[in-house]
């Protein structure tokens, strides 16, 4: 995104001509900051070839999956949802990683239909379950098994997924016992360590802590794995005081894992591809004045983008319009919603602001519409896919008479 004589544009064309058209609230999304942002994942990588699995549950449209599967990429799935989307998006099976710490008989079999590349799993009981299916079906299917390796990301509390107190994966122990009763079964083969610490990672020194843990358990485990699964969690800049990832000392932390293991790379990302392709535009309703605070009433709602009420998560906001007169005066950028925490950021100065204005809310290509919901029976808003002087619409307004 850039201003060109005061109006923000996204490529080639202005938001105020985006709302013209499709109105508001409305995800924006930039095709060919997408392509730049796998092409440049790519080029960090470059030197150890991994296979590339994007992370569905980041951003689940269908025309975004086409556009990723188009540039060579697979998809890292959780649900039945998800593989199916996937597949209808024309992803090769053997691309297609089914994660996820609990997933149900039909799931399991679904997938294992599907010949997908791997199912990765978190627990005894369901590598059991995914035996008696085999069984059952007569198939050797190749598995991963997912490792919590008790490693602090340094990251949000609520978005770790590899220290001892979260859901996913195995103690070091019960990893080991696992490999030692499954190793030898005629319908299952254990081609992966999975192993996923959290998400917004911008320290490669928790990385490296993973991977002495994995190197380690491997050694022990005298298993030959064909495939090591990393997970994502790359962070990306949210803020200007936000830290970015060092791609280069990660890939020498990776290049030191593979010289000790031969093993095939994948990594899962999401956030890290899509999340600044996207903008949320609103329109402010209303200007509310108060003595301390200017309250800015958005259209858009907690219901349409959760992160920050869940999260407390900060993304920047911006005008459509720039103009040069500064408020400096406290600003709650607020939604309509019957909620305190329908709030999407406080700034203690901000452009001067008319009602009917236009805003952007930055960087919620990542986790933004797949979150959304109909609370307050509010319907779910639209979302246009830009490419250079055209845009299109992907996914329509709900229209209230679709849910009532």
Do not use: W
Not at 24 to 44: D, E, V
Not at 90 to 110: A, M, R, Y
Not at 248 to 256: A, Q
Not at 389 to 395: A, G, N, P, Q
């Amino acid at each position: 995104m850039n201003y060109i004589k005061n109006k923000l544009f996204i490529e080639n064309i202005p938001f105020q001509k985006i709302i013209n058209k499709f109105g508001t609230p409305t995800y924006c999304y930039s095709l060919n900051k997408l392509r730049l942002n796998i092409k440049n994942f790519r080029k960090n990588f470059r030197s150890i070839n991994p296979l590339i699995c994007f992370s569905v549950k980041s951003n689940s449209n269908l025309k975004i999956l086409k556009e990723i599967k188009k540039m060579g990429i697979g998809a890292d799935v959780v649900s039945k949802g998800e593989l199916m989307l996937a597949l209808k998006a024309g992803i090769s099976p053997k691309k297609i990683v089914f994660s996820g710490v609990g997933k149900n008989l039909d799931e399991l079999t679904f997938a294992i239909d599907k010949n997908i590349l791997l199912i990765n799993s978190e627990s005894e009981s369901e590598i059991s379950q995914i035996e008696k299916i085999s069984k059952k079906k007569n198939k050797k299917i190749n598995i991963g098994l997912r490792l919590n390796p008790n490693i602090n990301p340094n990251t949000l509390n609520k978005i770790t997924t590899g220290k001892k107190e979260n859901k996913f994966g195995l103690t070091s122990k019960d990893f080991l016992k696992t490999i030692e009763k499954f190793k030898k079964s005629k319908y299952l083969n254990i081609k992966c360590l999975s192993v996923h610490i959290g998400s917004q990672i911008t320290d490669h020194n928790p990385y490296a802590k993973m991977l002495k843990v994995v190197g380690s358990i491997i050694k022990k485990s005298n298993h030959k794995f064909d495939f090591v699964d990393l997970g994502g969690g790359m962070g990306i800049k949210y803020t200007k005081d936000t830290k970015l990832l060092n791609y280069k000392k990660l890939n020498i932390i990776l290049k030191n894992f593979l010289k000790k293991n031969k093993t095939k790379i994948i990594f899962e990302p999401g956030r890290s591809i899509i999340g600044n392709t996207g903008v949320l535009l609103a329109k402010i309703l209303y200007i509310k004045k108060t003595s301390k605070i200017n309250f800015v009433i958005l259209d858009a709602a907690m219901n349409d983008f959760m992160r920050p009420a869940l999260y407390n998560a900060k993304h920047k906001i911006i005008a459509a319009k720039k103009n040069k007169k500064i408020i400096k005066k406290m600003h709650e950028f607020v939604g309509p919603i019957c909620e305190t925490t329908d709030k999407f950021l406080s700034l203690s100065k901000f452009q001067n602001l008319s009602e009917n204005d236009i805003l952007a809310i930055c960087d919620v290509g990542a986790y933004g519409m797949v979150l959304s919901s109909n609370y307050n029976l509010r319907t779910k808003p639209a979302e246009v896919l830009v490419n250079k002087s055209t845009s299109k619409i992907i996914t329509k307004r709900q229209k209230l008479n679709n849910i009532i």
